[in-house]
């Protein structure tokens, strides 16, 4: 399937710092979804973004589509301790509907 | 409560011995879809339906079976089990944009050992 790059693989900060994770494909990406996953939990969407150039915000997260629409960023401002979990990027195929996810970056915060 | 249920939640097995994992969402999605997650290897799509009578592979098919006969429910199937099936399965449904799939709502896992 097409390939969604996704790092780091794993961060590790102190609460307050702030974290990045980044996902790129070779390809245009019709969207980017990015999901968080508590350690022992399941996936819960965050946000999608569908345009170029697009960017989001949810209280301290940004998110970030490119203008070429092949790569995306979350950015978390002053981390702190709820934030520990992965991480995950996820966008469409272009040849199907199959949903391809980034191998996820684990973040951990330390008080 | 809009939700994705999966059945079992803990499952363990022996090698060759059929086995199928229920999958059901009451959000009248038409996208369902079956992941695989280990250490390192994030999640992996095993197959995915658009729709009733509509299914098609992932990245890891091998080895799994599916069908959507309704709506609601996506069964995944494993004929013949084998060791190196041993992992967290997710199942997840959404709505589906034309052109891309929407949020993903995701069924709280079912973690399979083979022996």
């Known amino acids: 399937g097409q390939q969604v790059m996704q790092i780091p693989q794993y961060q590790h900060v102190q609460e307050g710092e702030d974290f990045t994770t980044y996902c790129n494909s070779s390809?245009?990406?019709?969207?980017i979804q990015w999901y968080k996953q508590r350690p022992g939990g399941h996936p819960v969407f965050l946000i999608q973004?569908?345009?170029?150039?697009e960017v989001k915000k949810q209280k301290r997260l940004t998110f970030q589509f490119g203008e070429a629409k092949k790569n995306s960023s979350l950015h978390i401002t002053a981390t702190q301790t709820t934030d520990v979990g992965t991480y995950f990027c996820?966008?469409?195929?272009?040849?199907?509907?199959?949903?391809?996810f980034g191998k996820g970056t684990s973040l951990l915060v330390t008080p | 409560e809009a939700q994705v249920t999966q059945n079992p939640r803990y499952l363990i097995t022996v090698t060759g011995k059929k086995l199928t994992v229920t999958c059901s969402q009451n959000?009248?999605?038409?996208?369902m879809s079956w992941y695989r997650q280990d250490p390192g290897l994030g999640l992996r799509q095993i197959y995915y339906?658009?729709?009733?009578?509509?299914?098609d592979k992932g990245d890891v098919p091998e080895g799994y079976k599916v069908s959507r006969k309704e709506k609601r429910n996506f069964p995944l199937i494993l004929e013949s089990p084998s060791p190196n099936q041993t992992s967290l399965y997710f199942c997840?449904?959404?709505?589906?944009?034309?052109?891309?799939?929407?949020?993903?709502?995701f069924g709280p896992g079912t973690r399979l050992t083979v022996l």
């Open positions: 997840a449904s959404s709505l589906f944009r034309g052109t891309y799939t929407d949020t993903q709502y």
């Open positions: 390809t245009t990406l019709s969207n």
């Open positions: 973004l569908v345009k170029s150039g």
């Open positions: 996820a966008a469409n195929s272009n040849s199907g509907y199959a949903l391809n």
């Open positions: 959000m009248n999605h038409e996208y």
């Open positions: 339906s658009m729709n009733v009578e509509v299914t």
